[in-house]
């Protein structure tokens, strides 16, 4: 008979902490997914802000009063005197998304047009 409640006994911590386990695991996963999300968004705003700091730094290598900003398909157009450069902007590890990466294509395919917008 001890052997019976003692074995059930053992069953029930099993179950409890089994239990308390799987709880615990749903909590540390959903904090988990928190920060892998603050992690993301701080990563997105360092970039945003290296985009706009990008013409001051050493490393860009053309004239920052040619460059002008655009943030969204790319970063900026650069007017030099014998090319037009597309320029973005890449922190870390990062990649160009599916719209920068058809901007990129078509400047390399030379799908590229001038057109005048006459307004009367």
Request: charged share 35%; hydrophobic share 40%.
């Amino acid at each position: 008979m001890e052997e019976k409640i003692i074995l059930l006994l053992l069953i029930h911590a099993c179950i409890i902490i089994l239990l308390l386990w799987r709880r615990d695991r749903a909590v540390l996963t959903n904090k988990f997914k928190k920060l892998q999300s603050q992690k993301k968004s701080s990563e997105v705003r360092t970039g945003q802000i290296a985009e706009h700091f990008a013409p001051l730094l050493k490393d860009f290598k053309y004239d920052r009063k040619q460059a002008r900003f655009l943030a969204t398909p790319i970063d900026f157009i650069i007017f030099e005197e014998e090319e037009i450069i597309f320029m973005e902007v890449k922190t870390g590890n990062s990649q160009l998304n599916a719209n920068q990466r058809r901007v990129k294509k078509q400047v390399e395919e030379k799908k590229i047009r001038w057109e005048t917008l006459r307004i009367k």
